[in-house]
């Protein structure tokens, strides 16, 4: 059980939808396009999301440690982001709802995994 909170945290996490000046972007492809846009402050955040990502597709990815320091790091980006642009930025439900479903996914995760249960 606890896996299927994994993945749907991890999905909405990268199906999260960035505003930009055309169209918006989903986040996998703004971390994608940041970690190689060498000179920005933005690329050190994609690449901890990413190394967060990445940790949840590892044989550890259940040890607590590595659960909320995942978490954390996924989180950097966005509150990059966040501290960068005004908050009316973020008012639009493509934000709001995978960002709601990731966090409170990944929370169930967190709790699941700090108490052992596997169903």
Request: glycine share 4%; charged share 15%.
């Amino acid at each position: 059980m606890k896996d299927k909170f994994r993945i749907i945290a991890i999905v909405s996490y990268l199906l999260i939808i960035l505003k930009g000046d055309i169209i918006g972007l989903p986040f996998f492809l703004w971390l994608l396009f940041t970690v190689f846009d060498f000179g920005n402050i933005d690329q050190l955040f994609a690449l901890f999301a990413l190394l967060g990502v990445s940790m949840q597709l590892t044989k550890w990815k259940n040890k607590k440690l590595f659960t909320l320091l995942s978490f954390v790091l996924m989180l950097s980006p966005l509150k990059s982001r966040v501290v960068q642009v005004p908050l009316e930025m973020f008012n639009y439900r493509a934000f709001q709802i995978p960002f709601a479903i990731f966090v409170l996914a990944y929370l169930i995760f967190i709790t699941l995994n700090f108490r052992g249960k596997n169903q």
